[in-house]
C-alpha cells in the first residue's frame, strides 16, 4: 500500500467517524388547525381537527399545548385521534385557557409517519368576538408542542399553523328573555282565531248576561201566551 492511498484512506475514516459526533437530521413535521378560521354563533359548537404531518419522519410521541380567549370560547372535549395507541395527559382548563394532550407509541411496531388528525377540539362559543386558538409551540423546546422522532432526541416540529375564529350574535338566554312578553299575547291570538268566547276575566260577566238574558225572554214568552 502506497503512501498516498493510506493517506486517502486515513482522511476517509477521520471524515466516517466525525459523522458520529454530528445530530441525525430531523424531519419537518407540521402541525396545523383544520379549520383555521369559521363563524360560529354564541352557544354553538365547533370542532378544530389538529392535522399531524410528519413528513417521512418515523415518530413516537406528540405533544400539543393550544391557549385560547377563554371569554370568548370554551373548550368542552377533547377527542383523541388514532395516530397513536396509547393518548394521555388530556387537560382543560377554561380558567385559563389552556389545554393539552399527548400521543405515545408503546411499540416500535406502533410508531407513526403520514398525515392524519392527531386529535379534534370540541369549543362551545360563549360571547361575540375574535378568539385565536394557537400551538403553544418554540422550535426546539421539548417542553411545549412537540413531535419526536424514534431515535433522535431533539424536536422533529418544523411549524404550526394556529387559526382565528369569529363569534357573532348574543347569548340565546337574552333573546329568550327579550321575546317572552311577546309569548303572553299567545292566548287572546289563539282564542281570536278559534272565533270561540274570550278565555279572559271578563267571560264570566259576558255568561251572566247570557243567562240573565235568556230569563227575560222565556218571562216574556210566558206573558205573551196568556195574553
Known amino acids: 500500500m502506497t503512501q498516498q492511498t493510506r493517506a486517502i484512506n486515513g482522511l476517509f475514516l477521520i471524515i466516517s467517524s466525525a459523522f458520529l459526533f454530528f445530530p441525525k437530521q430531523t424531519q419537518a413535521a407540521t402541525l396545523v388547525l383544520n379549520p383555521s378560521s369559521q363563524m360560529i354563533s354564541v352557544n354553538g359548537t365547533m370542532d378544530l381537527a389538529v392535522v399531524l404531518n410528519t413528513e417521512g419522519a418515523q415518530t413516537s410521541a406528540t405533544d400539543v399545548i393550544v391557549t385560547y380567549d377563554n371569554s370568548k370560547l370554551n373548550l368542552i372535549d377533547i377527542i383523541p385521534g ?16 389552556r389545554a393539552s394532550i399527548s400521543g405515545i407509541a408503546s411499540s416500535a411496531s406502533s410508531l407513526y409517519s403520514g398525515t392524519g388528525t392527531f386529535a379534534t377540539f370540541r369549543f362551545r362559543a360563549i360571547q361575540s368576538g375574535s378568539s385565536p386558538v394557537s400551538f403553544e409551540y418554540s422550535p426546539g423546546n421539548l417542553n411545549d408542542t412537540n413531535v419526536n422522532e424514534i431515535n433522535v432526541f431533539t424536536d422533529a416540529l418544523n411549524s404550526v399553523q394556529n387559526g382565528t375564529y369569529t363569534v357573532s350574535g348574543s347569548d340565546t338566554s337574552t333573546t329568550t328573555t327579550t321575546t317572552n312578553p311577546t309569548a303572553t299575547t299567545v292566548p287572546s291570538t289563539n282564542s281570536s282565531s278559534k272565533g ?9 260577566p259576558a255568561i251572566m248576561v247570557a243567562i240573565v238574558g235568556g230569563f227575560f225572554l222565556w218571562i216574556g214568552s210566558l206573558l205573551g201566551k196568556e195574553t
Open 196 to 204: 270561540g268566547m274570550p278565555v279572559s276575566g271578563n267571560s264570566l
Open 82 to 97: 388514532s395516530l397513536y395507541d396509547q393518548y394521555i395527559g388530556e387537560s382543560i382548563s377554561n380558567t385559563t385557557g
